[in-house]
């Protein structure tokens, strides 16, 4: 189906999902309103997610997340007529907090393909992901505090991890700050970027490369990537032993190790 810029919500599934041999390629589709996340949308992205990183043995290889109609999403939808009702904006913060738990424990690579804007939860769903290929065009922000909110879904801490904390800063507390790909590639929280138009397929090409090594090597890699960031070497070292030994195992290539490993 092709989709309309001009289309109404009602007619489309906000949420496409598409399996190409090992990658799954989950699209964000409310282009009329920039890939704003609804309530509908985030349930859809929260229970799709669930149920991927929950599958024993036949988990994707890959995943690649993008967002129709030439950007990636503007965030949440503020839009939405019960906004402001506390008892909804609860609702959509357990589908956030559902969305990027499902991300970090996920036992395969996430590729963001972005191209146009990834602005407040656009953002923080883009950092979410172990790879971002952008548009050179794209454009990236945290608006929050110029809605009554504050990020709550990982971007500071992303941003803190991945390009310092000048960045952060920047991005949250300047108002209407917006920063390049380019930029953000050069501090380290963009890994490729491409001529606008080439992001998903750049993506999805990169997908079907990472997803043709072996699951289980492939799962202690994503994990070892997700939880050594905040650690200190020493603890860090520990954790990378813990997964040499589980990919190992899981691989069949050596046993458990014993009790009083040290290596």
């Known amino acids: 189906m092709t989709l309309s810029e001009t289309a109404p919500a009602a007619e489309q599934d906000p949420l496409l999902v598409e399996q190409s041999g090992r990658v799954v390629t989950l699209t964000l589709r409310r ?56 008892s909804r904006r609860a609702v959509r913060r357990a589908h956030f907090r559902t969305v990027f738990a499902a991300l970090h424990e996920a036992s395969f690579p996430v590729i963001a393909a972005v191209e146009g804007y990834a602005l407040g939860g656009g953002l923080e769903l883009a950092l979410a992901c172990d790879l971002v290929v952008a548009g050179e065009g794209a454009l990236f922000g945290l608006p929050e505090l110029g809605v009554g909110a504050v990020p709550g879904g990982g971007a500071v801490h992303s941003l803190l991890r991945r390009a310092g904390r000048g960045v952060a800063a920047r991005m949250l507390l300047i108002p209407g700050e917006r920063l390049r790909a380019d930029e953000l590639a050069r501090l380290g929280a963009v890994e490729r970027i491409v001529p606008d138009g080439d992001a998903l397929a750049e993506a999805q090409a990169l997908a079907a490369s990472v997803a043709a090594g072996d699951p289980a090597l492939l799962g202690a890699a994503v994990r070892l990537l997700r939880d050594s960031g905040h650690l200190d070497r020493t603890a860090a070292l520990g954790v990378e032993n813990g997964y040499w030994w589980q990919a190992a195992s899981a691989a069949n290539r050596e046993p458990s190790p014993p009790s009083d490993d040290r290596s």
Request: charged share 15%; net charge negative.
């Open 31 to 86: 282009p009329h309103r920039r890939n704003a996340m609804s309530t509908a949308m985030l349930g859809q992205l929260a229970a799709v997610l669930t149920d991927l990183t929950g599958r024993q043995g036949a988990a994707p290889g890959a995943l690649v997340l993008t967002g129709a109609g030439g950007t990636f999403s503007s965030g949440a939808d503020t839009g939405e007529p019960d906004w402001h009702d506390l």
